[in-house]
């Protein structure tokens, strides 16, 4: 399984990961968004934003890099970086299919930026583009954003297509969202293929504000699975200019940023294997790798703790943030 390479990196830094959300497309729902991106939204300049990025992350000791089909060029971005440093081979690669990128380049683009579906034939159509794109450094490739009733958790044609990539040396995954994520979660621990778990890894949302799949993680993690944490800053709202006072407080006494805080905080969940960055500037990726370096008392722990919304109503205030 690639997340050896994982277990066997020394770096305090090496379980944090960086995604490429928000940098392999024009708009995207994180906020600020617009001030950390260089004013051309051009093709060559999110691609110059991202090798500055993935050069930075590589060097400071993160093994994990995390992209999409739907996340505009990330995959692109990703293997052309690959590419470019061929000595480069101990980091882990995943990526996801189940949505399509739809917004051709635009940040104004008329209705949703990407469509979802979970079909066999999807699976194959994207499959085809993802090897085209990254080739045998795919070492992770994930069902994108899965909810309790999405046919992927029920579709045997398509679990026996992933057992197919799973004989091929890749692991198999699956990202959650929405309020129902533990439920998803226990769901997809009961998929087999031949008699054996199908997923070998979960991505979750999962940050100060909603820690409801949390139990569901533990158990993930119990029966062997390697748990990804995104959106660990709450798309932005829990970032210096947005933190709520308790955060901000607490990074005060910390020395720290907020975003190193609310970003350790997930890190010390024992069932946690890597930890997303989704930075857009080399500073913010900087400040969120001292996570590493937190050391959070209990009586912190428990005023973080305060900041927990009702999983609905997070995930209702997440739908509304516009694409910027």
């Not at 305060?306 to 694409?323: D, N, S």
Request: hydrophobic content about 45%; charged content about 25%; some cysteine.
């Amino acid at each position: 399984m690639p997340f050896a390479r994982l277990a066997a990196a020394t770096t305090p830094t090496a379980h944090i990961g960086l995604g490429l959300a928000a940098v392999g497309r024009p708009g995207y729902i994180t906020l600020d968004r617009e001030a950390d991106l260089p004013p051309s939204r051009s093709v060559e300049a999110l691609r110059e934003r991202t090798f500055e990025l993935l050069d930075a992350a590589y060097a400071s000791g993160v093994r994990y890099l995390d992209v999409a089909r739907s996340y505009g060029r990330s995959e692109e971005f990703l293997a052309d970086w690959l590419h470019a440093r061929p000595d480069i081979r101990d980091v882990v690669v995943g990526s996801k299919w189940g949505y399509t990128y739809t917004a051709a380049w635009r940040t104004d683009a008329e209705g949703p930026h990407e469509v979802k579906d979970h079909s066999a034939a999807a699976y194959d159509r994207q499959r085809a583009e993802t090897a085209e794109q990254l080739g045998d450094r795919l070492d992770l490739y994930q069902i994108h954003s899965v909810t309790p009733e999405s046919p992927a958790l029920t579709d045997k044609e398509l679990h026996a297509r992933l057992g197919e990539l799973t004989a091929e040396g890749v692991t198999v995954g699956l990202s959650v969202s929405g309020p129902e994520q533990a439920a998803a979660i226990r769901a997809a621990l009961e998929v087999t293929v031949d008699g054996e778990p199908l997923f070998r890894t979960v991505q979750a949302t999962y940050n100060l504000f909603d820690t409801s799949a949390g139990p569901a993680l533990a158990q993930a993690h119990d029966a062997g699975l390697t748990v990804l944490v995104k959106e660990g800053m709450a798309n932005g709202r829990l970032a210096a200019a947005h933190a709520p006072a308790a955060l901000r407080e607490v990074a005060e006494e910390t020395g720290l940023g907020c975003d190193a805080v609310a970003l350790a905080a997930v890190l010390r969940q024992p069932w946690t294997g890597v930890v997303l960055s989704g930075a857009a500037t080399s500073v913010q990726l900087v400040s969120n790798l001292h996570a590493a370096a937190v050391d959070l008392d209990d009586e912190q722990l428990a005023r973080l703790a305060g900041l927990v919304e009702e999983p609905v109503a997070y995930w209702e205030r997440r739908g509304r943030l516009p694409w910027h």
